[in-house]
């Protein structure tokens, strides 16, 4: 990951706003810059690098002699940037994947550039030539990036809304409105003669189930095979996304999605020519399901593994780190989110891997969470993949993200390829519903090639905060005893005055909550509500609470 920053229009002094932009250091441990404008001078750009590609010329923001009039700072990976290089003819001075962005902006302007970037990205580009500020966000939101624009035209982004606290003028944080950028879109902005900056336009550039606009490299489709497609089209997707000058891993869970990531990864990695070992990371308290498949897998496709085994006081001296990193106080989300942090931190401090491989994605795009098992009909089911998937980046992207980034770590997530995401939401509703009995069926039949242990491949979903539990006690009921001794019932009786929107129900939700605000006072809209489970009676998000779960 690397960690974005701008400021347009300030009426402060520029210097000391600029100390906002150390608060997402993590982000980019390898270097950082922050950058005064020529002749935009309450203007300024800062940027926390974390080093995959050229290593020489990928500092940012960016500039190149032949465009001297663009500036750049953007987080993400684009992986058909030399693609386009030759598709347009470009003249790139880098090796940088990003200089793409700038060509592509160049050759037919920002709508054109954001349509045919294959890739996860996050970006805000100048053109003093022309006065004008773009940002833009890649179409699942899996890079992050956060906004404030005031009345009086100062604007500011961030990777991290934590970024933006404290630079609204004399305005306090709570009169100003710091929201996330909406994924799939693009901003202009116009700068008037005192660098305020107007909005002139929000438009979405491509949507979740449509093809790209771009040339692609997938593999074509055959028409009649589905299963060879799927397989073709997510072994692309891996495959694309070794593009690293840093240590490839994998996150190891030993579900489906997982270790079908990791199994071609190692397969890829092999045929590439790569001659480091693979390394996968698994986390759980001893003697957690995860564990245990994990090693199965690790052994099955030869990888370098690593199990990361934490006691249940590792997980609750991390709760607020945890919560201060994800912006969030979503149940789930924070329960999900302490093993991957603390397996990141693992990562972080003991190997040398950097550029981390996920199975996130796939629950949303193949509905494989249990609850779909109760869908009425295909229908409803596919309306309820869309709607996570609208709001991925506020949840699981979000927990991805800022676990793994919290320790200078890179995700890539291929489940949510635009060539796979826009092929597999395409197939007919029925065909992507849980079949006799098992969720992603689909995946599973068009894996079943050997990739995978047989009983890996048909492993039953567990959700990622069930899955690292121990055999002895589920790692939600830990959870729920540990905050009966940190929040009282007189606090829980007054939640809903405390606390008006997403009114905390439980002593966990309020537990999570208290510790929000302690660091994001009054930013509780930032979650426009509790991840839970459709189409069940379940009021706790764990999947071990739904009844085919327990069957």
Known sequence: ????????????????????????????????????????????????????????????????????????????EIYNYKLTQKQFDFNYETDCDGESILHLYNHGGIEFAAQNLDGVFAFALLDTAERKVYLGRDTFGVRPSFRLLTNDGFLAVCSEAKGLLGLAHTMCDNSVKIEAFPPGHYETYDLNHAGKAQLRELKQFHKIGEAPKYLTVAPPIVEEDLKENVYNL????????????????????????????????VKNAKEMGITYPVQTFATGMEGSPDLAAARKV???????????????????????????????????????????????????????????????GADEVAQGYIYFHNAPDSTKANTESHRLLNDLYMYDVLRADRTTSAHGLELRVPFLDHQFTGYYLSLPPSMRQPKNGIEKYMIRAAFDTGLLPNDILWRPKEAFSDGVSSQKKPWFAILQEFVETQVNDEDLRKAATTFPHNTPKTKEAYYYRKLFEKHYPGKGEWIPYYWMPKWSASDDPSARTLKHYKS
């Open 1 to 76: 990951m690397c960690g974005i920053w701008a400021i347009f229009g300030s009426d402060d002094d520029v210097s000391k706003q600029c100390a906002s932009c150390l608060k997402i250091a993590h982000r980019g441990p390898d270097a950082f810059r922050i950058e005064n404008v020529n002749h935009f001078k309450n203007c300024a750009f800062g940027f926390h690098r974390l080093a995959i590609v050229d290593d020489l010329y990928g500092m940012q923001p960016m500039r190149v002699n032949s465009l001297p009039h663009l500036w750049l700072v953007y987080n993400g």
């Open 234 to 265: 997510l072994n692309a997707a891996v495959k694309k996304r070794l593009m690293a000058h840093r240590r490839i891993g994998c996150m190891l869970s030993g579900g489906l999605d997982s270790s079908t990531i990791a199994a071609l990864v």
């Open 298 to 360: 690790a052994d099955h496709i030869g990888s370098e593994h690593h199990e990361v085994v934490f006691e249940p006081e590792d997980g609750l001296a991390v709760i607020e780190d945890v919560i201060y990193h994800l912006e969030s106080y979503d149940i789930t989300t924070v329960r999900a989110s302490i093993g991957m942090y603390l397996v990141s931190q693992y990562i972080s401090t003991k190997t040398d891997s950097v550029v981390i491989f996920s199975g996130e």
